[in-house]
């Protein structure tokens, strides 16, 4: 897959073990598989798995106004978060569009945003520039810690090493769904959770965790398992245009009910008015084919441009699998075409916001009312 490199990321250590294959595009800078890909999903799968993921940007903001300065410039609900509680955020565009994408975890003195490696100095320098008078120093952290990734459903304790733990597909509070509930869901049994370790002990803590049973295992396995679990990616599934609602990301993102913040007008009117413009989809594709569509490859119906593919991944029990952003108009029964190197290659798909574009919980639109008549008064 051809995609923008990752510029912020250099070599970890990890990719002078035997075997190892480099990752490219928004993964550069860690493995994408050390020989055994199918192994290694196996692997993961079963839990026994530890992902080195240090090319994922780290930025902290400490100080006493620190939540709730988050909480009034982004999507989720930050003023009562918990110490070792993970919730995730978005920052959006005056038009409601995703800029920025990051798990929140709070230690107590210091709140942890983890993000995509490429986008970690932005959305620092962004931060900064919203402080104005307020008590908070922003700092792009991702030199001194490094991320590693884990099958694990739990919190991090107190003494262990601080993790943020995957909120995805469990609809929280102030959140709504587009899609299935969340026990129906693909990932309803996911377990997954991010681990801060000092970038210096970076391989001494995969060896420990390795030594405990895990197997150290690249971005083809961890790839894999996220877009079969629909799990949206900035950097991958999001472009300049994208609004929550297309992913059903307002599950864990958003919190619809907090106070205003940037782009909170267009999150509310698409979630009250429903039909949003387009909507991911998850592609099972021909397994005949030898190569994977490249990021943004073209999809088409009936010979007429619908959309592009955004992830895709070869997955060791169903195959090459994708996600695609696709007009919202398309039929979901229809199969679709999937240019991949030029040729045309069917691909069904798997409905993750419904084609009808509204969300569970949309409030219920008023009846019409005759113009120059109003409605008669209870009193």
């Known amino acids: 897959m051809t995609l923008p490199p990752n510029e912020s990321a250099s070599a970890s250590p990890l990719l002078s073990r035997p075997g190892a294959v480099a990752a490219g595009g928004v993964d550069t800078g860690v493995a994408w598989h050390y020989g055994d890909p199918t192994g290694e999903q196996r692997a993961l799968a079963a839990g026994s798995a530890v992902a080195d993921l240090s090319h994922l940007g780290v930025?902290?903001?400490?100080?006493?106004?620190?939540?709730?300065?988050?909480?009034?410039?982004?999507?989720?609900?930050?003023?009562?978060?918990?110490?070792?509680?993970?919730?995730?955020?978005?920052?959006?565009?005056?038009?409601?569009?995703?800029?920025?994408?990051?798990?929140?975890?709070?230690?107590?003195?210091?709140?942890w945003l983890l993000t995509e490696g490429a986008s970690a100095a932005s959305l620092a320098a962004w931060l900064d520039s919203m402080r104005f008078m307020l008590r908070v120093v922003v700092t792009d952290a991702s030199a001194d810690w490094a991320v590693l990734g884990e099958p694990v459903a739990t919190e991090a304790r107190a003494g262990e090493p601080l993790s943020w733990l995957d909120p995805w597909p469990r609809t929280l509070l102030g959140g709504t769904r587009y899609g299935p509930d969340d026990d129906a869901h693909p990932a309803a049994n996911r377990r997954w959770r991010l681990v801060l370790v000092p970038r210096a002990g970076l391989s001494d803590a995969v060896s420990a965790r390795e030594a405990a049973g895990a197997r150290l295992v690249g971005t083809w396995a961890t790839e894999a398992e996220r877009i079969a679990a629909w799990r949206p990616r900035v950097g991958l599934d999001v472009d300049h245009r994208t609004i929550p609602h297309?992913?059903?990301?307002?599950?864990?993102?958003?919190?619809?009910?907090?106070?205003?913040?940037?782009?909170?007008?267009?999150?509310?009117?698409?979630?009250?008015?429903?039909?949003?413009?387009?909507?991911?989809?998850?592609?099972?594709?021909?397994?005949?084919?030898?190569?994977?569509?490249?990021?943004?490859?073209?999809?088409?119906?009936?010979?007429?441009?619908?959309?592009?593919?955004?992830?895709?991944?070869?997955?060791?029990?169903?195959?090459?699998?994708?996600?695609?952003?696709?007009?919202?108009?398309?039929?979901?029964?229809?199969?679709?075409?999937?240019?991949?190197?030029g040729e045309l290659v069917a691909a069904a798909q798997e409905v993750i916001v419904p084609g009808e574009g509204v969300s569970v919980d949309r409030p219920t639109p008023r009846g019409p009312v005759a113009r120059g008549l109003q409605p008669r008064s209870r009193e």
């Not at 999507?75 to 978005?90: F, V």
């Open 246 to 341: 297309e992913l059903d990301w307002l599950r864990t993102a958003v919190h619809l009910s907090k106070g205003c913040y940037r782009g909170q007008e267009t999150v509310a009117r698409v979630h009250n008015l429903g039909r949003p413009p387009r909507r991911l989809v998850m592609l099972h594709l021909d397994g005949s084919a030898h190569v994977l569509p490249e990021h943004g490859a073209i999809v088409t119906q009936d010979g007429r441009e619908v959309g592009v593919v955004t992830s895709a991944a070869r997955h060791h029990e169903l195959g090459p699998i994708g996600l695609a952003m696709i007009k919202r108009s398309v039929p979901t029964d229809v199969e679709l075409l999937v240019d991949v190197d």
């Open 59 to 111: 930025v902290t903001v400490s100080g006493p106004d620190r939540l709730s300065w988050l909480n009034s410039i982004t999507s989720q609900e930050l003023t009562e978060l918990a110490p070792r509680t993970s919730t995730e955020l978005l920052v959006l565009s005056p038009h409601g569009h995703i800029e920025h994408a990051a798990g929140v975890v709070d230690d107590g003195e210091v709140t």
